[in-house]
């Protein structure tokens, strides 16, 4: 009997510790598609945001309205439900990713309502310093974009009597919502100048963290117009991008993407119509010994169908391959029909289709 008792005492002692092995987010890369696929699906959505420029959730991800992930997440940091920065689903399961979404969306009319969401101050200049409104697009509006290429004209012209936006958070604030708690503190600013159909934004960090993780680096985009083919090109790129974790790790960051527009508006509306977006983008955040924290490339370009509008929201068509530590994701997201609404994705090497929505 003593032997039993000891027996079953330790199968008891051994599934305790496993269960808080799992609660603490440590699992093996065989159970990515476990209790952590969850993770990596929000990491594949928020990717496809950051890549795209566009807005779109994931079935099965923390956005799906159907979901019950009450859970542990398996990455650790955001347990349970991660961080919705706007709801528009972007999703932070860990700081890491938090802190690539605040990099990534700075400049962008995203990165804006993370921060005026996150209760930063945001103070708008024209060219004579007097203090201007940039209002808030509602959620059809711009997103992972700032000049659109045409595709939102109002706010085109609205940002074009701005040259200067100081998104400053001071010694610190801190959004709360349910467990989830994000503290920003220092200042982002973005400097415009424009020169015929040209213009340009540099976006700089100054003593800017978020949850412990210090963001540095200058983003310039350049947009340029042809009014006489409707094509619009924006193209970013970081310079001197670092990323310092919380645990003292230094990384390099950097980014590239380049973002075609081919627009057609609506002669009553003013609103698109027709068209293509199509975006190419390559992302990483590697330490000084070449370990991969965070890769996104886009091994074809995205492709986003205007005349889809509610119907498919996304890119149709286009690959994304996105490495986040030791886990590999990649979507494939369609074969270029509005109607199509399933997208590939291959975690770990396991294949499953998932519903992109909006």
Not at 135 to 163: A, K
Not at 190 to 207: D, L, M
Not at 231 to 259: A, E, H, N, Q
């Amino acid at each position: 009997m003593k032997n039993i008792f000891f027996k079953i005492t330790a199968l008891v002692i051994v599934a305790g510790v496993m269960v808080r092995c799992s609660d603490n987010g440590v699992t093996s890369s065989s159970s990515a598609t476990g209790s952590s696929s969850s993770s990596l699906l929000d990491v594949a959505q928020t990717s496809g945001q950051l890549a795209s420029g566009s807005t779109f959730t994931i079935s099965e991800s923390s956005t799906d309205s159907t979901s019950t992930h009450s859970g542990h997440h398996g990455f650790g940091k955001h347990k349970g439900k991660p961080a919705l920065l706007d709801g528009l689903g972007l999703l932070a399961p860990t700081d890491e990713i938090l802190a690539l979404i605040d990099a990534e969306s700075a400049s962008d009319f995203r990165g804006l309502r993370i921060s005026k969401n996150g209760g930063a101050t945001i103070t708008n200049y024209d060219a004579d310093g007097n203090v201007v409104t940039l209002s808030q697009p509602s959620s059809d509006g711009p997103q992972g974009c700032s000049f659109s290429g045409h595709q939102f004209p109002i706010y085109d012209s609205l940002l074009s009597t701005i040259v200067k936006t100081v998104i400053d958070y001071g010694t610190g604030v801190t959004y709360k919502h349910d467990t989830i708690s994000i503290t920003r503190s220092g200042t982002i600013t973005i400097v415009r100048s424009s020169s015929g159909s040209t213009k340009t934004e540099i976006t700089t960090f100054e003593n800017y963290v978020v949850n412990g993780i210090t963001i540095e680096g200058t983003k310039t985009r350049i947009s340029t117009f042809d009014s006489s083919t409707g094509v619009g090109v924006s193209k970013t790129t970081v310079s001197d991008g670092k990323i310092t974790l919380s645990d003292g790790t230094v990384t390099t960051w950097t980014s590239d993407k380049t973002r075609t527009s081919t627009i057609t508006l609506d002669s009553l509306t003013n609103r698109p119509s027709s068209g293509t977006i199509v975006t190419e983008a390559n992302t990483s955040v590697i330490t000084a010994g070449g370990t991969v924290i965070y890769s996104n490339s886009t091994t074809t370009p995205l492709t986003e169908n205007i005349a889809c509008d509610r119907e498919r929201h996304g890119p149709v068509s286009g690959t994304l391959e996105t490495h986040y530590r030791d886990n590999s994701i990649t979507v494939s997201f369609g074969d270029g029909t509005c109607s199509n609404r399933t997208i590939t994705i291959t975690i770990n090497g396991v294949t499953t289709t998932k519903t992109i929505g909006g």
